[in-house]
């Protein structure tokens, strides 16, 4: 049985290969029985032995050390033992001899790249030819018996990240780009590639020709790895969904469908994976303890797998001590849908029959494969489960049941409510009154109550003038030098105001009209006007002063047009009678207003309150409703109803500045609304919503993944600047000119990415019409 046989091999063993550094890459022999490992500080060869690594040779010995020793890639010839190369951090490339002895081990150095040389490989059938992919978007083919290179290929992207020869033609290569696009190349066309595709939405890492399927994978930073059969036009065949940003793919040797992968950044751990099972790994390898930065397969050998880390480790996995995380997944699954359905999937439990010969223990069809041959554990991307969906009913009546149902016709479902809220709600084109008035109307046309209310409020208060730019405070007590003056205060009406202002108070008829005009002029903003009502009768006298440092939460509402009346009934009383000791002391405590001498003369008549009249009243504040917005808002957070929390922050503007929301928090809702914009595929209006946003991370949504790369159509080089289609390199603007017509293109441009021409897309529709060719070039075009 095969499947016995992966019991045979070792367990996993390691080695600590650097103290000072760590390895960036690993190559194997054509014997696969020595390995190689480079990095920044690091260049060694190590056998492989049934118990662990033996070191063979160290490369980085010597005082004069350079930058060519610093290595971002190693490859070995596939067809000479003593032939290594390596891709250097500075751009050099370098060939090395191990049959050589010191210093005359780096055989050949080509240092033609201007940039960072990211990777290097040998042809699997020419021992002399081999290339390397750079940071300068370029790729170089090195013939070992030359001094310099021989070809160069343009691949028109910022960065050439990985480049592969195809075992399926000894003429064509593979070089994957930054830009996310990939290229097939013919060794001997050095001027256009062959094919051109958009492989990721961002930058590619890697790329792994199958050994025996005309399938390439590739990996990228946008969590993916996708495989994609380039028999004629390239087509995607299947996707795997990975956790983090994917580093390294290779397929598994002797296995179709399985390819390990290694992450760039975040995840540790090695995963093989079956294509046909996209979600969960096949197997995993977790004794790396920091990212791992290169994996190989011992040649055919698919039970033993070699790899590199950032912890300065090397090793050789044993395929029986991998963890096997299907086993340990939940074996059932709930999901809402978005059409108010439940999907529910269980895995099938299923009993083995007692004629077999084998006791009917119950077992799950999963671990019963698990422990038997190959053949059965080759069956992990089989679906061994159930799938349960259960709707919503839209009768009236439950049925078998004398009473109603839940009437889904009159009460809109949530995911309804949602997109059409998404698609009615607006956020900016009117005044502030205007879009709370609309965005209430529709809130309660969803059955909203709740936003409909809060709508209504923001109005009420947001609405005025009292809260257009640049929203200043209303004056109020915080100006006073008081430190009771920092309690929030409550704007409050008045309630009553002296009678007519011929009435005489106290006797002196021109102190209280001049009074009464100075209290109008200042008690306009207090809504003094209508219906009048004296002050209660019980009142204690209070100067201005102390009117202000009483002036509290409990006792504000007490105050009416400058005066404040507390104190119990009994007291208040007595002080309407002059004639008792209480009137007099309060009458010598508070302050004696400057009269004239005829005013002294005239005596008070009897029994009318005496009232301390205030010149200035300090302006009442106005009731600040930030707070109460503020917490509003996060209840509808809370509640689900993130949408209208947002909205509503969008729809204040710079008001929104006035809430003590936190930032974070308003980051959240936006990625969580705008996710949530996604999931329903309403494209248009979660990039509005993107573009209204005022957080970095947000607006920077709308940036991601949508940079494309053009280059100019006379000489290839990718176009730079902020000068439009103007090339630096030949200094013209012919690229900006319509291939068809002549002229310069001032709408829509449309133009190909093998050949870099275009124009007009009007003209360039009736042109492929009829033709097939470029009509600058004759480049076989693909118009779609």
């Excluded at 590199?308 to 709930?334: I, M, V, W």
């Excluded at 900006?736 to 360039?764: D, M, N, P, T």
Aim: aromatic share 10%; charged share 20%.
């Amino acid at each position: 049985m095969l499947h016995s046989l992966e019991y045979a091999y070792p367990s996993t063993v390691s080695l600590r290969i650097c103290l000072e550094g760590h390895a960036n890459a690993l190559a194997l022999n054509k014997e696969h029985n020595q390995i190689a490992v480079a990095g920044r500080s690091l260049l060694k060869v190590y056998s492989i032995d049934s118990d662990g690594f033996t070191e063979v040779c160290n490369m980085r010995v010597g005082k004069n050390q350079n930058l060519s020793y610093s290595s971002n890639d190693v490859a070995w010839s596939t067809l000479d033992s003593n032939i290594l190369a390596t891709a250097a951090t500075n751009g050099v490339v370098s060939v090395w001899d191990l049959s050589k002895f010191g210093r005359h081990k780096q055989l050949l150095v080509y240092n033609e790249h201007e940039r960072t040389a990211h990777t290097v490989t040998f042809h699997s059938t020419e021992p002399n030819i081999l290339i390397s992919g750079s940071q300068d978007g370029t790729i170089k083919c090195f013939d070992i018996r030359s001094d310099t290179s021989v070809n160069t290929y343009f691949s028109n992207s910022e960065s050439v990240r990985d480049v592969k020869f195809s075992p399926h033609s000894q003429n064509v290569f593979s070089a994957v780009s930054e830009n996310g696009t990939v290229q097939l190349w013919d060794m001997r066309k050095w001027d256009k590639c062959m094919v051109q595709f958009t492989a990721h939405s961002g930058p590619i890492y890697t790329c792994d020709w199958h050994p025996t399927r005309n399938w390439l994978a590739t990996g990228s930073r946008d969590k993916q790895i996708k495989v994609w059969n380039m028999d004629g036009r390239a087509s995607l065949e299947y996707t795997i969904h990975t956790i983090a940003v994917v580093g390294r793919v290779k397929w598994r040797p002797e296995r179709t469908f399985h390819i390990a992968s290694c992450a760039l950044v975040v995840d540790y751990s090695i995963h093989v994976w079956d294509i046909r099972r996209p979600y969960i790994p096949f197997a995993s390898f977790n004794e790396h303890t920091n990212v791992t930065t290169d994996i190989a397969w011992q040649g055919s050998d698919s039970h033993c797998l070699l790899s590199t880390s950032k912890d300065s480790s090397l090793y050789k996995h044993a395929f029986e001590d991998a963890t096997r995380p299907a086993l340990s997944a939940n074996a059932q699954g709930a999901s809402f849908g978005r059409h108010g359905d439940i999907s529910f999937a269980n895995k099938i439990k299923e009993y083995t029959n007692k004629s077999s010969g084998v006791s009917n223990t119950k077992t799950t069809n999963f671990i019963s494969r698990r422990k038997s041959n190959v053949p059965g554990n080759m069956q992990f991307h089989l679906d061994h489960s159930k799938m349960y969906m259960f709707m919503l009913k839209n009768s009236n009546m439950a049925s078998g049941s004398d009473y109603p149902a839940h009437d889904v016709t009159t009460e809109l479902r949530v995911h309804d409510c949602f997109i059409g809220c998404a698609k009615e709600l607006l956020l900016s084109g009117k005044k502030l009154a205007e879009l709370c008035e609309h965005n209430a109307d529709i809130s309660r046309k969803y059955g909203k109550h709740n936003a409909t209310t809060l709508w209504n409020f923001i109005k009420l208060f947001y609405g005025t003038s009292h809260f257009e730019p640049p929203f200043e405070h209303r004056s109020s007590f915080s100006n006073q030098k008081n430190p009771m003056s920092s309690r929030r205060a409550t704007q409050v009406a008045s309630d009553w105001a002296p009678h007519e202002q011929g009435q005489e108070l106290n006797g002196n008829s021109q102190e209280t009209q001049h009074e009464a005009a100075d209290a109008s002029e200042d008690g306009d903003e207090l809504g003094g006007g209508g219906k009048q009502h004296p002050p209660p009768t019980s009142s204690v006298i209070l100067s201005e002063t102390q009117i202000i440092s009483e002036i509290t939460f409990d006792n504000f509402e007490l105050l009416r047009n400058g005066f404040i009346y507390v104190g119990p009934a009994d007291v208040t009383k007595a002080l309407a009678f002059p004639d008792t000791a209480l009137h007099h002391d309060v009458q010598a405590a508070r302050p004696q207003l400057d009269l004239k001498a005829s005013d002294h003369e005239k005596s008070p008549p009897p029994h009318v309150p005496s009232i301390l009249k205030v010149s200035h009243v300090p302006p009442i504040p106005m009731w600040e409703p930030h707070q109460f917005v503020a917490d509003a808002l996060m209840l509808q957070n809370d509640v689900g109803d993130v949408q209208t929390a947002l909205i509503i922050l969008i729809v204040l503007g710079e008001a929104r500045k006035l809430l003590p929301i936190e930032d974070a928090v308003v980051e959240h809702w936006f990625h969580t609304y705008v996710d949530q914009l996604h999931r329903y595929e309403l494209w248009n209006e979660a990039c509005e919503v993107i573009n209204r946003a005022w957080v970095r991370s947000v607006r920077q949504l709308n940036q991601q993944s949508t940079v494309m790369h053009t280059n100019c159509g006379e000489c290839g080089r990718p176009l730079g600047g902020n000068v439009g289609w103007y090339c630096d390199k030949c200094k013209s603007m012919q690229s900006a000119k319509c291939c068809v017509c002549g002229l310069i293109v001032r709408g829509v441009y449309a133009w190909c990415q093998g050949c870099s021409h275009g124009g007009h897309i009007e003209h360039l529709q009736q042109y492929f019409a009829k033709h097939s060719k470029c009509p600058k070039c004759g480049h076989l075009c693909a118009f779609s």
